[in-house]
Nanobody, 131 residues
Framework: QVRLAESGGGSVQAGSSLKLSCKATTDAPSGISGRCLAWFRQAPGKEREGVAAIYFGSGSTYMVDSLKGRFTISQDKYRNTMFLQMDRLQEDDTAMYYC?????????????????????WGQGTQVTVSS
């Protein structure tokens, strides 16, 4: 069982930055290390889409091409927390952002963005970008 709690969303102007956090907790003896933690987002009227993922522990990262250069995923291993730094935000970035956890094998270029691999989900944090 993994519990995920996102924070850091808000309403900002285009061009601004936000940093989302996802705190993971588990009773598993192995902790969170070795799991794939990811960010997804869902805009109104659109399907949920993968944003980025990180292999928790080693820190290997994966990012959709369209967001590279603006978004950065990172981790704090000691606080079991994942982050998403979002810079130069655009109106198209408006969405509910979710963090999710899966087995480590899904942290790969052809899998990190597929939501059906992820067993655990947070409640989401809203990001609204206005012009």
């Amino acid at each position: 069982q993994v519990r995920l709690a996102e924070s850091g969303g808000g309403s900002v102007q285009a061009g601004s930055s936000l940093k989302l956090s996802c705190k993971a907790t588990t009773d598993a003896p192995s902790g969170i290390s070795g799991r794939c933690l990811a960010w997804f987002r869902q805009a109104p009227g659109k399907e949920r889409e993968g944003v980025a993922a990180i292999y928790f522990g080693s820190g290997s990262t994966y990012m959709v091409d369209s967001l590279k250069g603006r978004f950065t995923i990172s981790q704090d291993k000691y606080r079991n927390t994942m982050f998403l730094q979002m810079d130069r935000l655009q109106e198209d970035d408006t969405a509910m952002y979710y963090c999710a956890a899966a087995g480590g094998i899904y942290c790969r270029n052809d899998g990190f963005y597929e939501d059906w691999h992820f067993d655990y989900w947070g409640q989401g944090t809203q990001v609204t970008v206005s012009s």
